[in-house]
């Protein structure tokens, strides 16, 4: 029960980080200028990094990304990607209040949420559980 609770608490805990970096990013402008790389991590396991220009209110920002949740195992498929994410009109999104902070990738953590929820769902069941077994005893 206690390595249950310390599971949902370190998950809430991280769903609550990545909920406020999703909803941080609250603007969205098109890119100015974007360059894309391709990178070795691993053996047969390569990731595209991404460095881009945006502007706002007539000053230019730059960023550099590394999609880490697209791993692929071929070179030519990750230089075909790299490519298409070059050729394509990119957006960035940007906090409003601090405009330096931008992305290319911005995805709800959906995955994460539903982990938490099976985490919460799974803490209730056995709490009530343990709670009916102690109350008949």
Request: aromatic residues 16%; positive net charge; glycine residues 4%.
């Amino acid at each position: 029960m206690t390595l249950l609770s310390i599971l949902l608490v370190s998950f809430a805990s991280f769903l609550t980080i990545d909920l406020y970096h999703y909803y941080r990013l609250n603007q969205i402008v098109p890119t100015e200028h974007i360059e894309t790389s391709v990178h070795q991590i691993a053996p047969n396991r390569f990731i595209i990094a991404i460095d881009y220009q945006y502007v706002i209110s007539g000053k230019t920002y730059t960023g550099h990304q590394v999609i880490k949740k697209k791993i692929l195992k071929n070179i030519w498929i990750a230089k075909q990607f790299a490519q298409d994410i070059g050729s394509k009109d990119q957006k960035v999104w940007y906090n409003l209040a601090e405009p330096h902070l931008g992305s290319v990738d911005k995805a709800f953590p959906i995955k994460r949420l539903f982990y938490t929820l099976l985490l919460l769902g799974l803490f209730i069941y056995f709490s009530t559980l343990v709670n009916y077994f102690f109350k008949r005893v």
